[in-house]
């Protein structure tokens, strides 16, 4: 992608601190818009766990002057999607519509964000909604195992807690609690506005001048240490068919340096059909059907993730897969042939990823809170193509600790041994 080709992204910043930035692009027919706050589960006390979550949830019920199912069937009468996710570090709520209903998106967005009235009533019924979210959770094991094994690799440490928080915390939140956490974290300093499609620049900085300029106040600061990792190998009894298993190592952070390296890594490892996990584990020795590494990053730390799902008896040799493909990187890398493929792969989902709205919207607003520019999607293709397999041995020399990793375990492995890991042998 030539630099005469870079999307149009504006930025600019009220006086109050709300960070608005904008990718105008002609010729498509939908406009997102979203409400970008830097809170998350990171930014709860362990008896505030899934506070973030199940407020997200209630800014959907109920404002001064809509119900929530007006809410709902005004976003349905013009085919807009109006919805909102909460991760670790951030929440976002957001609308999806057709370049002629962005004033009502607007409206719908403005409104559930400053007048949502958190009555008890409605506490009460999506306090059972959310309940009933974590325990799907609990009866999905290959979801599952993720917050098992970041309960125990990050014991005690908020990035550690699930997202949706526990029944014992989320059964415990009153009208009072939710809105002391607004008021202490809902602050326009910790704010963006996100918005991409066939819109100006302007319109959205008038729009959000207009609806969020009076807001003040500053985000309570919290301790913002990074996590240690917790080696060793976690095992949590449930009666299924298959074992669950999630490996992890040492990460990267979102604006780490070596983060392109991470990107082909993590690709050549687990990130397709063709890559060295799914190739070994599935395809030759038949010993799974899904097979995946991933990713977490986070603002300051990270971890490299391995997810298999196998039977008892397979669990030992999986695990023992994994540890030599990550011991063959360490010294190896990856052959020009196949650091070529993944760069080409890695090109070709990060470019089409690209081709919605909602998509670019993400993007722009990811970019603002993690580098607070944008970056175009030249810079990319260049760090993509210039990044070298000696600094790929070099990061999973640095990531592939023995020392440092964790394995956890999900099923019933009665009969069967339990894995080890080289830290601990």
Not at 64 to 91: M, P, W, Y
Not at 131 to 152: K, S
Not at 242 to 269: D, K
Not at 342 to 357: A, R, Y
Request: aromatic content about 8%.
């Amino acid at each position: 992608m030539g630099r005469e080709h870079e999307p149009m992204v504006r930025r600019s910043r009220l006086d109050n601190g709300i960070r608005v930035v904008t990718e105008s692009i002609p010729g498509v027919p939908s406009v997102t818009i979203g409400l970008w706050v830097e809170n998350g589960s990171r930014h709860e006390r362990p008896d505030q766990a899934g506070i973030s979550h199940f407020l997200e949830h209630l800014f959907f019920k109920g404002t001064e002057r809509r119900s929530a199912a007006q809410i709902a069937e005004e976003a349905d009468s013009v085919g807009a999607v109006l919805n909102a996710f909460t991760g670790k570090e951030h929440t976002c709520y957001y609308a999806k519509v057709l370049r002629e209903h962005l004033p009502l998106a607007q409206d719908l967005l403005s409104d559930i964000f400053l007048h949502s009235v958190f009555a008890p009533e409605e506490i009460e019924r999506e306090r059972s909604v959310v309940l009933q979210e974590i325990l799907q959770v609990e009866d999905t094991p290959d979801d599952y195992v993720h917050d098992l094994f970041a309960l125990r690799y990050w014991p005690g440490h908020p990035l550690s807690f699930p997202v949706c928080g526990t029944v014992e915390t989320v059964s415990r939140f009153r009208q009072e609690d939710f809105q002391a956490f607004v008021e202490a974290r809902y602050r326009p300093d910790g704010m963006i506005v996100a918005a991409a499609g066939d819109v100006s620049h302007e319109e959205i900085l008038d729009w959000v001048e207009r609806d969020f300029g009076h807001l003040g106040g500053h985000s309570v600061n919290l301790d913002g240490a990074p996590p240690r990792p917790t080696c060793g190998v976690h095992y949590v009894e449930k009666p299924l068919e298959q074992v669950h298993l999630c490996l992890g190592t040492p990460g990267i952070s979102q604006t780490a340096q070596e983060r392109y390296a991470g990107y082909l890594l993590n690709t050549a490892l687990g990130g397709g059909m063709s890559s060295r996990l799914f190739q070994e584990i599935r395809e030759r020795r038949g010993r799974a059907y899904s097979v995946y590494s991933f990713l977490s990053s986070y603002s300051d730390a990270g971890y490299l993730g391995i997810y298999v799902g196998t039977s008892p008896e397979w669990v030992r040799e999986v695990v023992d897969i994994i540890l030599a493909e990550l011991e063959r990187l360490k010294h190896e890398g990856l052959k020009p042939e196949e650091l070529r493929r993944v760069k080409n792969q890695l090109k070709g989902n990060l470019l089409l990823g690209m081709e919605t709205s909602d998509n670019r919207m993400t993007r722009i607003a990811k970019n603002e809170i993690f580098f607070g520019r944008n970056v175009p999607p030249s810079e990319l293709v260049a760090s993509i193509e210039a990044t070298t397999n000696d600094e790929i041995i070099a990061l999973a020399e640095r990531l592939f600790d023995p020392n440092a990793m964790a394995v956890a375990l999900l099923g019933d492995m009665r009969g069967q041994p339990l894995p080890t890991l080289p830290g601990s042998r």
